[in-house]
């Protein structure tokens, strides 16, 4: 029953479907998008130095109603000045040149609501707004979910951990394809 209320409400919101999450593992998928972005942009040999030295990347994100990121607003993080303004650069430049879809994450918070009225209310909250910005975080949770494993038996070291969590999950993008010299639309790769 709860399975065809969820399907029932979502029919509703086609545009958002499987954008607005409440789902415990949605910031976890946020964080290995971005995690994929940030390898594909960056390069293996500085993901390694930035995991050797503790560094983080922090990305405020313009997105769209549909989840594309729009632009990158802001940056932050752990990482030297020279290093983290090139890092900055060619993330805002593969923004511009690929339309990323990133999930939209809420928390359950009223409990006095059952799931399936907190998910509508979630979707409602995401439909009714404009623009909004997200943040994305690497390596994000990446490094606990690393401790977590390495307690439970796992032997590979934190990058091979990083890779191995990456390789579970796409990128969901677009590519901009100029028509005509005219006009940009968006094609899969």
């Known amino acids: 029953m709860r399975t065809k209320i969820i399907v029932f409400l979502l029919s509703f919101y086609l ?8 789902d415990n593992d ?21 993901v390694r130095e930035m995991l050797e030295h503790n560094q983080r ?5 313009n997105i769209d109603s549909l989840g594309y990121v729009l632009s990158v607003k802001k940056a932050g993080g752990e990482m030297p000045q020279p290093q983290h303004e090139e890092a900055v650069s060619k993330l805002k ?50 490094p606990l979910r690393y401790k977590i494993a390495k307690n439970s038996g796992y032997k590979g070291s934190m990058l091979d951990y990083l890779l191995l969590k990456l390789n579970e999950q796409e990128i969901p993008i677009k590519k901009k394809v100029r028509v005509h010299g005219k006009k940009d639309i968006f094609v899969k790769p």
């Open 15 to 22: 545009p958002c479907l499987g954008q607005v999450a409440i």
């Open 93 to 142: 430049s593969y923004f511009q040149q690929n339309m990323v879809r990133m999930p939209i994450c809420y928390a359950l918070q009223d409990i006095d609501r059952t799931y399936e009225e907190q998910l509508k209310l979630a979707i409602e909250s995401f439909r009714e707004s404009g623009p909004r910005t997200i943040i994305a975080f690497f390596p994000g949770e990446l």
């Open 26 to 46: 949605c910031g976890f998928r946020s964080c290995r998008i971005f995690g994929r972005v940030v390898l594909t942009v960056l390069g293996l040999n500085t």
């Open 57 to 61: 990347l922090t990305l405020w994100l």
